[in-house]
């Protein structure tokens, strides 16, 4: 079955870097949209970045020129590296997978059907 895996959270002081990865498996990795989204306590969670099965991307307005998302397929691992990181950055990081093929990649949850454990990011001011 698909299988996400995140890893590479931890805490770091503000403008700082982190990179994110995400291991997948149980599918053809390079086939699937797949997606980076955050979620704080009580909130629902938000995308911040996607790629498609076209190689196309979007970010979150709050996170462009700052976060890039990539993928390796040969690795079949999904990374999001994050620079110049704000505390309001902080938050828990899920990577999210869909089979469904769409021109543009989708930023919102509902539209990803494979969801990892998650992976925290703390930055402190």
């Known amino acids: 079955q698909v299988q996400l895996v995140e890893s590479g959270g931890g805490s770091v002081q503000a403008g700082g870097s982190l990179r994110l990865s995400c291991a997948a498996s149980g599918y053809t990795f390079s086939t699937y949209s797949m997606g980076w989204f955050l979620q704080t306590p009580g909130k629902e969670r938000e995308g911040v970045a996607a790629?498609?099965?076209?190689?196309?991307?979007r970010y979150a307005d709050s996170v462009k020129g700052r976060f890039t998302i990539s993928q390796h397929n040969a690795k079949n691992t999904l990374y999001l590296q994050m620079n110049s990181l704000k505390p309001e950055d902080t938050a828990m990081y899920y990577c999210?997978?869909?089979?469904?093929?769409?021109?543009?990649?989708?930023?919102?949850?509902?539209?990803?059907?494979?969801w990892g454990q998650g992976t925290q990011v703390t930055v402190s001011s």
């Open positions: 999210a997978a869909t089979s469904t093929a769409t021109m543009f990649p989708s930023l919102l949850a509902w539209t990803y059907t494979h």
């Open positions: 790629i498609n099965h076209n190689g196309n991307v």
